[in-house]
T-cell receptor
């Protein structure tokens, strides 16, 4: 296992269409995160899973966004009725469950760049 | 609400210079602070992670320090090289939360 993978790497869609992105975390990492990054900005947190449970969710995640991690392994992020403002890089990260006194570095994937026309 | 600021926004230096990137945060109740590197159009690569109880971490030519009480961290890069050209992002994790709060980054250009 060489790291977090994301598919597709690029997605171009028309406004109003639905899109789905997939993230495969580092194996045995039970924590998974989604972030969104627009040009010239740092990533913004969207949501966090521990195993299959979605434990944190940002206010940025409107009703059009939904994320799942059904078996505690890979995750999907779906955007319904896309808008031009959804154009961004969507980043996925994973981390191992932190041990007492241990570190919990988040390892990021290459991202999926979404362009909404 | 945690806010993270990075100064300068952009930096251009000749090869071989030592340089310092700055990061400040408003809420000192952090669990850890992480420095990342991002190449254009790519994902993030973790460089260093400092726990709230630590003062500094070192990896090769990189040294990161943390002053939690004053809400500041610095990333020191020694003997810069053209391959160091990238955007450097600082991110903090608050106690009780899992999310990272990022700054807007410093774009570094090291010229040969």
């Amino acid at each position: 296992d060489t790291g977090v993978s994301q598919n597709p790497r690029h997605k171009i869609t028309k406004r109003g269409q639905n899109v789905t992105f997939r993230c495969d975390p580092i194996s045995e990492h039970n924590r998974l995160y989604w972030y969104r990054q627009t040009l010239g900005q740092g990533p913004e947190f969207l949501t966090y899973f521990q195993n299959e449970a979605q434990l944190e969710k940002s206010r940025l995640l409107s009703d059009r966004f939904s994320a799942e991690r059904p078996k505690g392994s890979f995750s999907t992020l779906e955007i319904q009725r896309t808008e031009q403002g959804d154009s961004a890089m969507y980043l996925c990260a994973s981390s191992p469950r932190g041990l007492a006194g241990g570190t919990d570095t988040q390892y990021f994937g290459p991202g999926t760049r979404l362009t909404v026309l | 609400k945690q806010e993270v600021t990075q100064i300068p926004a952009a930096l251009s230096v000749p090869e071989g210079e030592n340089l310092v990137l700055n990061c400040s945060f408003t809420d000192s109740a952090i669990y850890n602070l992480q420095w990342f590197r991002q190449d254009p159009g790519k994902g993030l690569t973790s460089l260093l992670l400092i726990q709230s109880s630590q003062r500094e971490q070192t990896s090769g030519r990189l040294n990161a320090s943390l002053d939690k009480s004053s809400g500041r961290s610095t990333l020191y890069i020694a003997a810069s090289q053209p391959g160091d050209s990238a955007t450097y992002l600082c991110a903090v994790k608050n106690t009780g939360f899992q999310k990272l709060v990022f700054g807007t980054g410093t774009r570094l250009l090291v010229s040969p």
